[in-house]
Structures are given as structure tokens and as C-alpha cells.
T-cell receptor
């Protein structure tokens, strides 16, 4: 089954404790992206990747890192999480930048 | 200025009636794409419909159609024959090159919460 998977689905952590949210797709998509969703703000792009080893900042990259060492994986790293990073995070992928983006199920992160 | 504007925070429609969700956009690109996504209360993001800037015909997908008016920079979603299962948040999104770079970005509006009444 073609899909985008994210782990964990739910995470509660404390300020400053490094964490990684994994994202993997099995559709051989070149384009991958991370978004955060906050009430009243819609989805905002954090980082995106056009292909392996090619990443770029989205609209809200501060406090986040990404890597794209393999085509299928695009982990999101929070080196020192803060409470303002409490949010619902989505990973998405598409075959090209112009194509439909397939979304993962979301990761609900709470930073206390 | 917002790149994607959805002016209707919430909309109500009677079951079996049609409803239009508004979306206006702002870009200086000649080539861009417009998307609509549905997010039910369960949280997943479901792709509904896509319109390319060079497409001359309005996109349609089953009960969904996109009313694309390029000169007015609007891309309204029309849902015909509403069903109770259509109750959800709907997001309009645009793919363009952002601030003049060569990479493409997807920018979302803030969404419209649609409630279908029986």
C-alpha cells in the first residue's frame, strides 16, 4: 500500500530534550516536506526537500533541522524543543513539486 | 500580504445542497498550482482536487469542482449534493516558487470549517 508513515504519532516531552520525528514514504517520491498545524493558522511549511541531499527552509524553520540521506526518509529533528513547538506535525511527499502531496497521519507533539 | 486567503472561517449547508468555499491567492509566478484538501475531525489530510495555472478547463473530481478565475486570482471549491460526511475543515493551497527562488513551496490558507446539516 502506497503511504507516508510518521513515528511517533503522539509525543509528550520536556523543554530541551532532543527528539526526532521520523517520516518514510514507499512511493519513490522525490519531493518531501514537513508542516506544522496550529489552530487558526492552517498549515505552515517548516522544511522541504527536492531530492536526496537537497533541502531548503520553508516558512517557519527556526528550531528545526532535517536531513535527506535516503530518498524514502525525511526525519524532522528538534535539537532543543520549546513549548511554542507544541503542535500537530505532518510529513508529506509527492512525485514532483507540481503533483498531489500525500500526507502522513500526523504527529501530535506536546512540549512542557 | 497573505498568499492564500480563505475568508470564510465557517460555513453551513443543508444536506444535498451545493456549497462554494472561497479561496483567493496572490502570486507573481506564471506557472503555479492550486490544491484543495479536506481534513476531517480524525485529522488526516485528504487531497481533493488540483488546478494548474495553464489549465483552460476547470478541474472536476466527482462531486468536487474548482471554479478557477485566473484574472481574479480565485480558486473556489464547489461541492455538489453535500453529504453529512463532507463535514470537515477544507484547506486551499498554492504551489509556486515563493520569493523568486527556483524551488517550489506549498502555502496553505487558514481553512474553512464546513458543517453539513441533515
Amino acid at each position: 500500500e502506497a503511504q507516508v508513515t510518521q513515528n511517533p504519532r503522539y509525543l509528550i516531552t520536556v523543554t530541551g530534550k532532543k527528539l526526532t520525528v521520523t517520516c518514510s514514504q514507499n512511493m519513490n517520491h522525490e519531493y518531501m516536506s514537513w508542516y506544522r498545524q496550529d489552530p487558526g493558522l492552517g498549515l505552515r511549511q517548516i522544511y522541504y526537500s527536492m531530492n536526496v541531499e537537497v533541502t531548503d527552509k520553508g516558512d517557519v524553520p527556526e528550531g528545526y533541522k532535517v536531513s535527506r540521506k535516503e530518498k524514502r526518509n525525511f526525519p524532522l529533528i528538534l535539537e532543543s524543543p520549546s513549548p511554542n513547538q507544541t503542535s500537530l506535525y505532518f510529513c508529506a511527499s509527492s512525485f514532483t513539486t507540481s503533483g498531489e502531496q500525500y500526507f502522513g497521519p500526523g504527529t501530535r507533539l506536546t512540549v512542557t | 500580504a497573505q498568499k492564500i486567503t480563505q475568508t470564510q472561517p465557517g460555513m453551513f449547508v443543508q444536506e444535498k445542497e451545493a456549497v462554494t468555499l472561497d479561496c483567493t491567492y496572490d502570486t507573481s509566478d506564471q506557472s503555479y498550482g492550486l490544491f484543495w484538501y479536506k481534513q476531517p475531525s480524525s485529522g488526516e489530510m485528504i487531497f481533493l482536487i488540483y488546478q494548474g495555472s495553464y489549465d483552460e478547463q476547470n478541474a472536476t473530481e466527482g462531486r468536487y469542482s474548482l471554479n478557477f478565475q485566473k484574472a481574479r486570482k480565485s480558486a473556489n471549491l464547489v461541492i455538489s449534493a453535500s453529504q453529512l460526511g463532507d463535514s470537515a475543515m477544507y484547506f486551499c493551497a498554492m504551489r509556486d516558487t515563493g520569493s523568486g527562488g527556483s524551488n517550489y513551496k506549498l502555502t496553505f490558507g487558514k481553512g474553512t470549517l464546513l458543517t453539513v446539516n441533515p
